[in-house]
Structures are given as C-alpha cells and as structure tokens.
C-alpha cells in the first residue's frame, strides 16, 4: 500500500469519527424516537375520543338534565379529532399549542360530565356504563404514560442538537430544530378524573329543581296585623 492510499484511508477514518462526535447518527435517530412516541399520543388521544360516543349514548336517557353537557363534550371531541399534527409539524409551536388546547377542552368536558353524573345512581347501575367508565380511566392512563414517554424523547434530542460538539452536526448537516413538548394547557387537564366505581357511590341524586325551574316556590306566610 502507498503512502497516499495510507493517507487516504487515515482521512476517512478520521472524518468518520469525526461525523460520529458530531451526532451524525444519533441526531436523527433521537428525532424519530420522538416522532415514533408522538404517534403513541396521538393513539391514545383518539382512542379515548373513540368512547365518546358510546358514553353520551349511554347516558343520554339516563341523565336528560345534563343533555347541554353533553352537547358540548361531542362538540369537543369534533374538535380535537379535526386537529393532528404529524412528525414534521412537532417544531412548530402554534400547531402544537392548537393541539393541546383541543385535548383541554375535551379533557375538560369529560371531567364535568363525569362528575355531574355521579348524582345519577340508576346511571352508574347500568354494566354499558361501568364499562366504558373504566375503559375511559384506562385511556387517560394510557394518554399520561404517552406523553410522558414523548416529552422524555423530546428532551433528549432536544439536548443532543443543543450540546457540543453534537451541536455542529445539529446545525450544519441536519439544521435541526428543538421538537415543542407537550404541555398541558390548563392545570391537571391531561390527568383522569377520579370517579367514584363503588355501587352505591358517594354522591346522591341532586335536590328536586337544583337543575330547573321546577322546585315549589316557596308558600307565603300571612302577616296579621
């Protein structure tokens, strides 16, 4: 072997590791893990709005004074299954904040459906119900674990493209971007409802007219003079 083809492969290998030390590989094997757990979220997001249909079926008849409720959670959910974001989308701020605000308000409308209906034993005596009261704690679990998963991948590559000498390979080669995490938009909306599962439950049925105007108003007492 000549002392140029020496040469040569010394100055291959050396770019070689040099490319190495620079993220070449690692930066975007980073960045698919956190498209790969962003896809995990996002299956777990339409697997819970996937239930809302048969849950406001089932209560439909069952709990006609929370009819409005319930209007506004399906409303919630057409929303928040219309906004997605794919793999490319999860540097851009503004389509992630969309997003996140989507899941909140269908968070949200679950959570005080949920709650309202805790006053209706005769309800929560229905098995379709129980059931979908329990496949519905198993998604949001399930939307938690997601996300946190996804804001951990999320972390580490947006730390790789940031440190040195990764940071090089980041901007020169790949002119990457730091990947938006998730965040809930409101405090505790990403976390599930607690719901009361025991037969009888805690709550009770509200007082006769808290919900409408058909509480007896109350009689007058005369006043002899």
């Known amino acids: 072997m000549t002392f140029n083809a020496i040469r040569r ?11 190495a030390s620079c993220g070449i590989n690692s930066i975007p094997t980073k960045e698919e893990t956190a498209k790969a757990r962003w896809a995990d979220v996002e299956a777990a ?9 048969n849950l406001a079926e089932v209560a439909r008849g069952a709990a006609e004074q929370e009819r409005g409720i319930l209007t506004d959670v399906i409303e919630a959910r057409a929303r928040a299954t219309s906004v997605q974001i794919s793999g490319d989308d999860l540097t851009d701020p503004a389509k992630m904040a969309e997003f996140q605000q989507a899941q909140a308000q269908l968070s949200s409308g679950l959570g005080r459906l949920l709650a309202n ?3 209706y034993p005769e309800l929560k005596s229905i098995t379709n119900y129980q059931m979908l009261q329990g496949q519905l704690e198993g998604t949001e679990n399930k939307v938690r674990i997601a996300i946190r998963d996804y804001n951990e991948a999320v972390r580490d590559y947006n730390t790789e493209i940031r440190t040195f000498p990764s940071a090089i390979g980041a901007n020169v080669i ?43 108003a109350p009689t007058a007492t005369a006043v002899n003079n």
């Open 9 to 19: 492969a010394a100055i291959v290998v050396l770019a070689a590791a040099g490319l």
């Open 45 to 53: 997001f339409q697997e819970r709005a996937n239930l809302v249909p």
């Open 117 to 119: 209906f805790e006053a």
């Open 174 to 216: 790949y002119g990457a971007k730091p990947i938006v995490p998730y965040q809930a938009t409101t405090p505790g909306a990403e976390v599930a409802p607690t719901l009361d599962m025991t037969p009888n439950g805690s709550a009770t049925r509200p007082a006769a007219g808290a919900n409408d105007n058909t509480a007896p």
